[in-house]
């Protein structure tokens, strides 16, 4: 009997099991991907759509691509997992599976700040991206927000780079001495782990006159006044906000009882959760790494590794490391590169290289061998 692995949610760290799986164990193993949207897009592609650079049609790679042996993958939305029988439903039917794998991300939750749907724009959906796309081209003028409504949130550096991405909007448009910018975020710098890379960032804010400030989560918006309202009680007026709303874990996945304080708890070194033959990777764990896609691909890695040695005999892998790299548009044409150390040591490090147009062209390539390992093409 052909061993059945579920991998729920077909984002970074789902593509990336059941490519690992696929390459090692090929028919040997029964692997169903299940996912509720028909295609993937990368995170940082939202940048692209944000800014009219790329169409949303373009940046979309569709499931139906993909092709790997003893991978299937089905289009349904999961509407109850059972950790304890490892049995999942979704709007089709019932899946039982041996090993069970959560990877379904984190969700937007815009009713948890309030005013935000009515008075803001979102840039982490595809729509929320297409939306201000539209919306930048007819801005003349007037006080842009970019404002981080609570933490964890996706990406870090993404709303950093949003900023500095609206400093270059409005200048090549010849309107950035009519614009003001300023970016507000809950933690305390740009990018903790790396007082380096905050330190360029708030260098290229500086030169740029974005107005930063840190510490601060944006509690509120009151779109009568168009006004920010802060959780320590200040206020930031507005023409324009551009929020990264609070994110949650999906509502099947709190109702499964999984998560503690909101996010599924995991074992650091093997991605296991508490129950047998149950893992969880990504956004959708705590396991001290930030959300980002690059986590969520080195949890895949280690957990797809367990899997084969599970079904093959052998040993398990190493411990999950934590490490990763992450590109940051500095505007200007040119992208640096952090790269973070959240597990070996007592605390999180990060290593800065300074943006560069080599640094340009490697961002490319981390997509274009994603794509191409994940979606051949
Ligand atoms: C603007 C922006 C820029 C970013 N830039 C970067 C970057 O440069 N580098 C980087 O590493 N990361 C970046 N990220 C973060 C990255 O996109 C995420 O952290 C990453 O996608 C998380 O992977 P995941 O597998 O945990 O979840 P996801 O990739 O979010 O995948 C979850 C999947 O689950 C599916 N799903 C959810 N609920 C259900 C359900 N009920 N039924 C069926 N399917 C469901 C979803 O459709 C989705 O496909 C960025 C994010 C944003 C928003």
């Known amino acids: 009997m052909k061993r059945r692995v579920l991998i729920l949610g077909a984002g970074f760290g789902g593509l990336e099991l059941a490519t690992c799986l696929s390459e090692g164990l090929g028919d040997e193993v029964e692997a169903t991907v299940i996912d509720k949207s028909d295609s993937f897009v990368f995170g940082f592609s939202k940048l692209d759509v944000m800014f009219g650079r790329r169409s949303a049609e373009a940046v979309r790679l569709p499931y139906g691509e993909i092709a790997k042996p003893g991978v299937r993958l089905l289009r349904e939305t999961v509407v109850a997992i059972d950790p304890q029988a490892r049995s999942v439903t979704t709007d089709a039917g019932v899946h039982e599976a041996d090993y069970l794998v959560v990877a379904l991300g984190a969700d937007y939750d815009m009713n948890a700040t309030p005013g935000l749907a009515e008075g803001g724009d979102e840039f982490y959906s595809v729509a929320g991206a297409e939306r201000v796309a539209e919306l930048l081209p007819e801005f003349s003028g007037g006080r842009v927000v970019v404002g981080v409504c609570g933490a964890p949130f996706k990406c870090p550096p993404a709303p950093s780079e949003a900023a500095l991405l609206l400093h270059d909007h409005f200048s090549a448009r010849g309107i950035r001495d009519e614009c003001e910018i300023s970016f507000t975020m809950p933690l305390p710098s740009p990018v903790p782990p790396s ?106 890695r280690v957990v797809a590794a367990s899997l084969i040695a599970r079904v093959r005999g052998g040993e398990g892998p190493g411990a999950y490391d934590g490490l990763g790299s992450c590109y940051i548009e500095f505007g200007s044409g040119l992208v640096g590169r952090v790269d973070v150390d959240f597990l070996s040591g007592p605390k999180p490090t990060g290593a800065f290289q300074e943006p560069t147009l080599a640094l340009v062209a490697e961002k490319e390539q981390f997509g274009s061998t994603r794509r191409a390992r994940w979606f051949g093409r």
């Open 195 to 300: 007082p380096e890379t905050s330190a360029a960032l708030l260098g290229a804010f500086a030169e740029r006159e974005i107005a930063f400030r840190p510490g601060v989560r944006i509690a509120s918006l009151d779109p009568e006044r168009k006004v920010a309202r802060l959780e320590d009680g200040g206020e930031i007026p507005y023409d324009l906000f551009l929020g990264v709303p609070k994110h949650r874990a999906p509502d099947v996945v709190i109702a499964s009882g999984m998560t503690t304080d909101g996010y599924v708890p995991v074992d650091s070194e093997t991605l296991e959760t508490g129950f047998p033959g149950v893992y969880a990777v990504g956004d959708v764990t705590t396991v001290g790494v930030p959300k980002a896609g690059v986590f969520a691909e080195g949890a895949a």
